[in-house]
């Protein structure tokens, strides 16, 4: 382990706990977040109906590109050289036009994935620390598969109270828009 990062580690729950009678931690698992909280799995839906109608265009153009090769290769030994080029010069837009496509549709889902996830994330950091200091805590860390938390003891372990209270908003959200 990093003695340096341990150290520092030490001098900030040593000032924290300094500065604070009883310290009050806890943590919250992002994963489990991510595939509990309803805002998250209605992203997820949005983003696949979004996504359908390109994928439908993918397999279309792709479909057509994978005909025309075929054709093309079936009757190559009947062409022309100057027919074998001009099919060739053919084949090779198709598959550019399907690369483009392919390529546009990933940039254009990034950018709705990204818009919706700081809808979600903003949302959700504002709920944190709104039940932060509701319930009095001094620090909540989040803990993530990478292990930025190597071991913490599951009695601070909010994730299960904080995606409760965040679905039960997300809710009643929902119910008001409708």
Do not use: H
Not at 27 to 56: D, F, H, M, T
Not at 75 to 93: F, K, M, S, W, Y
Request: with cysteine; proline share 3%.
């Amino acid at each position: 382990m990093n003695t340096k990062f341990s150290t520092t580690i030490s001098l900030f729950l040593s000032t924290l706990t300094a500065c604070t009678p009883t310290p009050k931690l806890a943590y919250l698992n992002p994963a489990k977040i991510s595939q509990e909280y309803e805002a998250v799995l209605a992203e997820q839906r949005q983003l696949q109906a979004i996504a359908a109608p390109w994928q439908i265009q993918v397999d279309t153009l792709t479909a057509e590109f994978q005909r025309a090769a075929t054709r093309y290769q079936q009757e190559r030994g009947q062409l022309t050289p100057t027919q074998a080029a001009a099919r060739e010069q053919e084949l090779g837009a198709k598959q550019n036009q399907l690369a483009q496509y392919r390529e546009a549709t990933t940039q254009k889902l990034t950018a709705e994935r990204e818009k919706l996830d700081a809808v979600v994330m903003n949302d959700l950091n504002a709920f944190v620390k709104e039940y932060g200091k509701r319930e009095g805590y001094t620090l909540i860390l989040g803990a993530t598969s990478s292990g930025n938390i190597v071991y913490a003891d599951d009695a601070i372990d909010v994730t299960e109270a904080v995606v409760k209270e965040l679905n039960e908003r997300y809710r009643r959200k929902q119910a008001a828009t409708k």
